[in-house]
């Protein structure tokens, strides 16, 4: 049996690894995966891939492909989901600010330095036309930390996945004032350098096993009803992500990493492309 560390967020588009895994799929193919849920997302995700404590994480793109960039040894090893990232854009449901033009030069909550969050600021500020040079952020760690900072006035907005905010806008919590989506499929799966040379054919079956069910997913009978009492979302609300949201089974190819590399370069969110972000699997 091999052990391997996995991480993800702990929202709607990891549930077919958590089938996998509670269906013992993984095991049958003697592979011993550790789960273990990230909320802080994608900048915890890219430490722990840095430190060792993960061999695998389950990661948005735009993130991934900065730290790699940056010195993170891992690789991606293929596409995860295909369809964008809907990012809501939120303030405190009592804050003044009415439109997206209000928050120019204001102060954008995130989950941490080089997150998504973080990421998608400069994203939806160059949408805007503002200067991204300006952009001021402050950090909170988690969707609960942003509660706190936007009610509290240490933060002015905040964003975050489309879906998974919505109870706290149905709760009258947040507001969103508009939606951002990624211009570039949304999450990947990243994987250790060490681990992929020391056995690139466990990787290449575990990766066998969680595309047969994302190949399926959408298909499962009452998937919709699962989703949302599992994420506490209404059945509506999931019914609409399922439509949005495409799983992938591809690597992620030449063509499509320079094309984001030069989005990332223009936004100034990395300096340099590199050639060796993915795996060439055996």
């Known amino acids: 049996m091999t052990s391997l560390k996995i ?7 990891n549930l077919p690894w958590h089938l996998c895994l509670e269906n013992g799929e993984f095991e049958k193919e003697n ?12 900048g915890k995700m890219c430490q722990m891939l840095r430190d060792g404590s993960t061999d695998i994480a389950v990661i948005l793109t735009e993130g991934i ?27 405190a449901a009592q804050s003044n600010y009415q439109s997206l033009t209000d928050l120019e030069n204001t102060k954008a909550a995130i989950s941490r330095l080089g997150s998504g969050s973080q990421l998608m600021a ?7 036309g503002w200067n991204t040079n300006e952009l001021q952020f402050e950090i909170v760690n988690t969707i609960d930390g942003a509660v706190t900072a936007l009610t509290n006035g240490t933060a002015d907005y905040f964003m975050w996945e489309h879906f998974m905010t919505k109870p706290l806008v149905d709760k009258g919590v947040f507001r969103r004032l508009g939606d951002c989506p990624t211009p570039w499929p949304c999450f990947v799966i990243a994987v250790r ?3 992929l040379a020391k ?3 466990i990787i290449t079956k575990l990766l066998e096993i969680i595309n047969t069910k994302t190949r399926i997913f959408k298909a499962i009978p009452d998937i919709d009803k699962q989703l949302a009492k599992t994420y506490n979302q209404k059945i509506e609300d999931i019914k609409e ?25 223009e ?6 492309k590199s050639d060796s972000i993915s795996w060439e699997s055996i």
């Open 199 to 201: 056995q690139p054919e």
């Open 7 to 13: 991480v993800g967020v702990p929202e709607h588009f």
């Open 31 to 42: 592979i011993d995966l550790q789960w273990t849920n990230v909320p802080e997302g994608t």
């Open 122 to 128: 400069y994203v939806n500020a160059k949408n805007q």
């Open 241 to 265: 992500w399922l439509t949005l949201t495409e799983w992938s089974q591809e690597k992620i190819d030449a063509v499509l990493l320079d094309r984001i590399q030069n989005q990332l370069v």
């Open 193 to 195: 350098e060490v681990v």
């Open 267 to 272: 936004l100034n969110i990395i300096n340099s």
């Open 65 to 91: 492909i900065k730290d790699i960039i940056g010195g993170n040894p891992s690789k991606i090893v293929q596409i995860y989901v295909e369809s964008p990232l809907i990012w809501g854009i939120h303030v």
